[in-house]
């Protein structure tokens, strides 16, 4: 087998102008922000100088995963499911992504070194004219040439020194700064087991890079070939594999794209509902601030109303006060002091003075009650387009102003519906106008007071309460209205329930001809009769009312009550007519 000399990291080629060297985001320490130092790779593909990964704190994990195992976020996906078997494992986490790495036996030198990174520092020191870059041999004075035959970079002795040794006297030299425009530059990669060979042979059992040295040895019998020669097979391998994974890129590039345009919308959405509701509740509180202030207003102005009222009947007591006390006292020193003469002289005067005197009606309550309050859950219209609540109150229900209306407050059907309304007035007789009152109504009939009618009682919040029940049998009912636990008017009053309303079997006609379609045995209860065999009423014959009636019991009345009783002995028991 003959060696291709062709270095696979040897010079691949001279960039193209204007091209820049190296990647600046790959030759720094995402810790230290230096340049690299002995750089290692992650299991993540993030690279860590050495010296700041021995810096890390290790942990101590349990390894459940059976063997080898990638760390990185997308590691799970491409393995293979391996027996589970608890291990204990030492690891780290890369400072990048946070991605659990396990450490080899060997520790964090045992990592993978990143050579791609070491040649992009040497590219962005060569940007510097070679500041950063120390002799490989010396490794104490500045770069000043490279053997492009050792890959070794030299200071100016060293170089000397370099051509003077006939191993390494035909070697070519370049200058440093001739190597700004090649694309790798980077030293050639030594076997870690064998330091003084370079690694140009790649085992295939093996999968890894390895020395002449070491297929003589560790790797005996071993397939293997020049790295030259394997790797357009294995890069292709990984070509397919970027391949497959690069569309995710993509994906994933749209779906972030699309969650930050979600996240921007959503903070749009966020804003503009929060704005919609900074406007409501700035309406809302200036309509309560402006509802506020109208009760305040309304407050103030009842405040004002019950004062001048309280100073009116003050001065006009006061002042009937004064004229009683003139007219007793005078009248009480007339009739201790004066003579005879005098008190018949002063009498009409007196008399007419104390007789009008205790004809002044007066009050001799206070004309207004202190008797205000606030209702905050009652309704109290709209302000500024918003429902407000609260409402101030001041009038007081007095049961006694209380009245009952209705038409069937003392009458009653049995299992019909009865019903009356509770007018509820303040002490001036005035309407309430507004609800809320513990209106309370009992229905008993007179033989069961154990078995009270339930009542249903409906507040109109105007004032007004609407009363229901429905008695069960007929009887003579109780019925109790109270207002604050207090009989109104006409509480409590009895209803006489008679039995139900008995309807009409027959029909509301004219007479039998009419209504029977000429029937000669069609009888009514009128007891009217038409000649010709005509056992019914008819127009102008003998029996005929005169008027509409009904054909059952003989009422003029549609609506009236039947009385037909059905006997047999009757000769309604035979009525039979039919409605046209």
């Not at 459940?64 to 996906?77: K, L």
């Not at 980077?186 to 093996?206: G, S, T, V, W, Y």
Request: aromatic fraction near 4%; glycine fraction near 8%; charged fraction near 25%.
């Amino acid at each position: 087998m003959s060696e291709k000399r062709t270095p696979l990291l040897g010079f691949v080629g001279k960039l193209p102008s204007g091209t820049a060297l190296g990647n600046p985001g790959k030759t720094h320490c995402p810790l230290c922000m230096g340049l690299f130092k002995a750089p290692r790779l992650l299991p993540c593909l993030h690279t860590v100088c050495t010296t700041c990964l021995e810096q890390l704190e290790p942990f101590s994990v349990v390894d459940i995963r059976g063997g080898d195992s990638d760390t990185s976020s997308e590691g799970a996906v491409f393995q293979e499911l391996k027996p589970r078997s608890l291990q204990p494992q030492i690891g780290i986490l890369c400072p990048v992504c946070d991605a659990q790495v396990d450490l080899p036996m060997g520790g964090v030198k045992a990592l993978t070194i990143d050579h791609l990174a070491m040649n992009d520092v040497m590219l962005e020191s060569l940007r510097g004219e070679g500041q950063g870059l120390v002799c490989d041999l010396c490794s104490d004075r500045e770069v000043e040439k490279r053997c492009q035959t050792c890959k070794a970079n030299l200071c100016h002795f060293c170089c000397q020194a370099h051509r003077r040794q006939k191993k390494t006297t035909h070697h070519t030299m370049v200058d440093l700064k001739d190597l700004k425009g090649y694309s790798r530059i980077a030293k050639a990669i030594l076997c870690p087991a064998h330091p003084a060979e370079e690694l140009r042979l790649f085992c295939e059992l093996c999968d890894r890079p390895v020395c002449r040295d070491c297929v003589v040895g560790e790797h005996r019998e071993h397939p293997y070939d020049f790295a030259s020669n394997v790797i357009h097979k294995h890069g292709d391998s990984v070509r397919e594999l970027l391949r497959g994974t690069q569309p995710h890129v993509g994906a994933l590039e749209d779906a972030l794209a699309q969650v930050r345009e979600m996240n921007s919308a959503l903070q749009e959405q966020v804003e503009a509902v929060a704005a919609d509701v900074r406007t409501f509740s700035e309406g809302y509180i200036k309509a309560i601030e402006e509802h506020r202030d109208k009760l305040l207003k309304q407050l103030e102005d009842i405040r004002v109303q019950k004062e001048n009222s309280l100073q009116l009947q003050k001065a006009q007591l006061e002042q009937l006060l004064a004229d009683m006390r003139t007219g007793v006292d005078f009248t009480e020193h007339l009739l201790t002091s004066g003579s005879d003469l005098e008190i018949l002289i002063t009498k009409g005067v007196v008399v007419e003075r104390l007789t009008t005197l205790n004809r002044v009606a007066y009050n001799a309550r206070p004309g207004v009650s202190e008797r205000i309050c606030f209702s905050p859950q009652e309704k109290a219209g709209r302000c500024r387009g918003y429902e407000v609540y609260g409402v101030i109150k001041t009038k007081e229900v007095d049961p006694a102003k209380c009245v009952l209306q209705g038409e069937d407050l003392h009458r009653a059907r049995e299992k019909q519906t009865v019903s009356f309304t509770v007018l509820c007035k303040d002490a001036a007789g005035e309407s309430m106008d507004r609800g809320g009152d513990n209106v309370q109504v009992v229905v008993v009939p007179r033989d069961k007071k154990d078995s009270p009618v339930r009542t249903t009682v409906q507040d109109n919040k105007d004032g007004t309460y609407y009363v229901s029940y429905t008695p069960r049998e007929p009887g003579i009912y109780t019925v109790l209205v109270c207002v604050k636990e207090q009989h109104v008017q006409g509480s409590p009053f009895t209803v006489t329930v008679r039995k139900r309303h008995r309807s009409h079997p027959g029909v509301f006609h004219c007479c039998t001809f009419c209504s029977s379609g000429g029937q000669k045995t069609a009888r009514c209860a009128c007891g009217g009769t038409m000649p010709g065999g005509y056992l019914g009423c008819g127009h102008g014959h003998r029996g005929h009312p005169g008027r509409p009636h009904w054909s059952c019991c003989g009422k003029f009345t549609e609506k009236a009550e039947c009385t037909w009783t059905g006997g047999q002995s009757t000769a309604r028991s035979v009525l039979r007519t039919v409605a046209l």
